[in-house]
């Protein structure tokens, strides 16, 4: 059974940081892109980042670069995503995405084959 499991998200105050991670079982995680997509109430989803199945290539969206880095550990089957000057704006459900092919997150009609259930992650004083 293919699962992506978010965990690391939470209440953190803005300029802060925090680091989420998508584990993964079921399939074998050395072959995937894995890329995080994220929405927040009342607007369209979002993608954030990408990184490719040897982390050799990844990507960014415009208003997370900079601050934001995305990560592999393969021998973990987890793909983390560091997010540091964490700002209001980014308060959403953030959610991991695997599929074979690499993707760029500015693709926004871009759909993975498996995704995660989604972690809340606010950003509030």
């Known amino acids: 059974q293919v699962q992506l499991v978010e965990s690391g998200g939470g209440l953190v105050q803005p300029g802060g940081s925090l680091r989420l991670s998508c584990a993964a079982s079921?399939?074998?995680?050395?072959?995937?892109?894995i890329g995080w997509f994220r929405q927040a109430p009342g607007k369209e989803r979002e993608g954030v980042s990408c990184?490719?199945?040897?982390?050799?290539?990844?990507n960014y969206a415009d208003s997370v670069e900079g601050r934001f880095t995305i990560s592999r550990d393969n021998a973990k089957s987890t793909v983390y995503l560091q997010m540091n000057d964490l700002k209001p704006g980014d308060t959403a459900v953030y959610y991991c995405a695997a599929d074979p092919v690499y993707w760029r997150s500015r693709d926004t009609l871009y759909v993975p084959e498996y995704w995660g259930q989604g972690i809340q992650v606010t950003v509030s004083s």
């Open positions: 079921g399939f074998t995680l050395d072959y995937y892109a």
């Open positions: 990184i490719s199945s040897s982390g050799g290539s990844v």
